[in-house]
Protein backbone atom coordinates (compact mmCIF):
# COMPACT_ATOMS: atom_id res chain seq x y z
CA UNK A 1 0.00 0.00 0.00
CA UNK A 2 1.56 3.71 -0.89
CA UNK A 3 2.31 5.60 1.92
CA UNK A 4 1.06 9.43 2.23
CA UNK A 5 4.51 10.74 0.45
CA UNK A 6 4.26 8.82 -2.58
CA UNK A 7 0.90 9.53 -3.51
CA UNK A 8 1.63 13.02 -2.83
CA UNK A 9 4.41 12.82 -5.48
CA UNK A 10 2.00 10.95 -7.65
CA UNK A 11 -0.45 13.48 -7.79
CA UNK A 12 1.86 16.16 -8.45
CA UNK A 13 3.42 14.75 -11.60
CA UNK A 14 -0.05 13.49 -12.82
CA UNK A 15 -0.45 17.29 -12.64
CA UNK A 16 2.54 18.37 -14.49
CA UNK A 17 1.60 15.44 -16.99
CA UNK A 18 -1.66 17.22 -17.69
CA UNK A 19 -0.39 20.68 -17.81
CA UNK A 20 2.16 19.49 -20.30
CA UNK A 21 -0.77 17.57 -22.06
CA UNK A 22 -2.95 20.53 -22.24
CA UNK A 23 -0.06 23.11 -23.69
CA UNK A 24 0.95 20.21 -26.23
CA UNK A 25 -3.04 19.98 -27.49
CA UNK A 26 -3.02 24.11 -27.40
CA UNK A 27 0.01 23.91 -29.27
CA UNK A 28 -0.80 21.67 -31.95
CA UNK A 29 -4.28 23.34 -32.51
CA UNK A 30 -3.09 27.23 -32.97
CA UNK A 31 -0.67 25.52 -35.59
CA UNK A 32 -3.58 23.86 -37.56
CA UNK A 33 -6.19 26.40 -37.08
CA UNK A 34 -5.93 28.72 -39.82
CA UNK A 35 -5.46 25.46 -41.95
CA UNK A 36 -8.85 23.78 -40.56
CA UNK A 37 -10.88 27.27 -40.75
CA UNK A 38 -10.17 26.96 -44.52
CA UNK A 39 -10.75 23.36 -44.51
CA UNK A 40 -14.19 24.01 -42.75
CA UNK A 41 -15.41 27.39 -45.03
CA UNK A 42 -15.05 25.23 -47.86
CA UNK A 43 -16.97 22.41 -46.31
CA UNK A 44 -19.65 24.56 -45.53
CA UNK A 45 -19.62 27.39 -47.48
CA UNK A 46 -20.44 29.90 -44.61
CA UNK A 47 -18.36 31.59 -42.14
CA UNK A 48 -20.56 30.95 -39.55
CA UNK A 49 -21.09 27.22 -39.94
CA UNK A 50 -17.09 27.14 -40.26
CA UNK A 51 -16.33 28.59 -36.89
CA UNK A 52 -19.12 26.39 -35.49
CA UNK A 53 -17.46 23.26 -36.97
CA UNK A 54 -13.85 24.38 -35.70
CA UNK A 55 -15.30 25.05 -32.48
CA UNK A 56 -16.54 21.45 -32.36
CA UNK A 57 -13.64 19.94 -33.76
CA UNK A 58 -11.38 21.49 -30.92
CA UNK A 59 -13.96 19.92 -28.44
CA UNK A 60 -13.63 16.72 -29.99
CA UNK A 61 -10.30 17.09 -29.85
CA UNK A 62 -9.96 17.37 -26.11
CA UNK A 63 -12.01 14.71 -25.81
CA UNK A 64 -10.32 12.08 -27.18
CA UNK A 65 -6.68 13.23 -26.59
CA UNK A 66 -6.09 9.47 -25.56
CA UNK A 67 -6.53 7.94 -29.41
CA UNK A 68 -4.56 10.16 -31.23
CA UNK A 69 -1.17 8.85 -32.26
CA UNK A 70 1.61 11.03 -31.96
CA UNK A 71 3.25 9.18 -34.56
CA UNK A 72 1.03 10.40 -37.05
CA UNK A 73 -0.24 13.21 -38.74
CA UNK A 74 -2.00 15.78 -36.04
CA UNK A 75 -3.28 17.91 -39.30
CA UNK A 76 -4.78 14.93 -40.96
CA UNK A 77 -6.61 13.57 -37.88
CA UNK A 78 -7.66 16.67 -36.99
CA UNK A 79 -9.04 17.56 -41.27
CA UNK A 80 -10.66 14.06 -40.93
CA UNK A 81 -12.31 15.12 -36.90
CA UNK A 82 -13.79 18.62 -39.01
CA UNK A 83 -14.70 16.25 -42.16
CA UNK A 84 -16.91 13.71 -39.80
CA UNK A 85 -18.71 16.41 -37.93
CA UNK A 86 -19.16 18.56 -41.21
CA UNK A 87 -21.19 15.40 -41.93
CA UNK A 88 -23.47 16.03 -38.92
CA UNK A 89 -23.84 19.32 -39.55
CA UNK A 90 -25.09 18.84 -43.16
CA UNK A 91 -27.81 16.53 -41.35
CA UNK A 92 -28.73 18.76 -38.70
CA UNK A 93 -28.95 21.31 -41.91
CA UNK A 94 -31.61 19.36 -44.13
CA UNK A 95 -33.32 19.02 -40.95
CA UNK A 96 -34.61 22.52 -40.73
CA UNK A 97 -36.62 21.62 -43.82
CA UNK A 98 -39.80 20.12 -44.03
CA UNK A 99 -40.90 18.51 -47.40
CA UNK A 100 -38.39 20.65 -49.20
CA UNK A 101 -39.17 23.94 -48.04
CA UNK A 102 -36.85 25.91 -45.63
CA UNK A 103 -37.82 26.61 -41.73
CA UNK A 104 -36.56 29.95 -40.49
CA UNK A 105 -33.06 29.05 -41.98
CA UNK A 106 -31.00 32.37 -42.07
CA UNK A 107 -27.94 32.28 -45.14
CA UNK A 108 -25.23 33.86 -43.28
CA UNK A 109 -21.85 35.53 -44.85
CA UNK A 110 -20.19 33.51 -47.33
CA UNK A 111 -16.32 32.69 -46.31
CA UNK A 112 -15.45 34.10 -49.43
CA UNK A 113 -16.69 37.38 -48.82
CA UNK A 114 -13.97 37.54 -45.57
CA UNK A 115 -10.88 38.27 -45.43
CA UNK A 116 -8.78 35.27 -45.68
CA UNK A 117 -6.82 34.14 -42.08
CA UNK A 118 -9.52 35.68 -39.91
CA UNK A 119 -11.60 32.80 -39.29
Not at 41 to 65: H, I, M, P
Not at 72 to 89: E, M
Not at 100 to 109: D, H, L, M, Q, T
Request: with cysteine.
Amino acid sequence: MKNYKSFKRDAKRNAGQTASREKTIEKLIDENRERASAFACNLTKSLDEARDLVQEANFRVLRSWNQYDPLRSFSAWYLTIITAISGYFQTAKTAHFKNGVPRNIAISNSCADDTPGTV
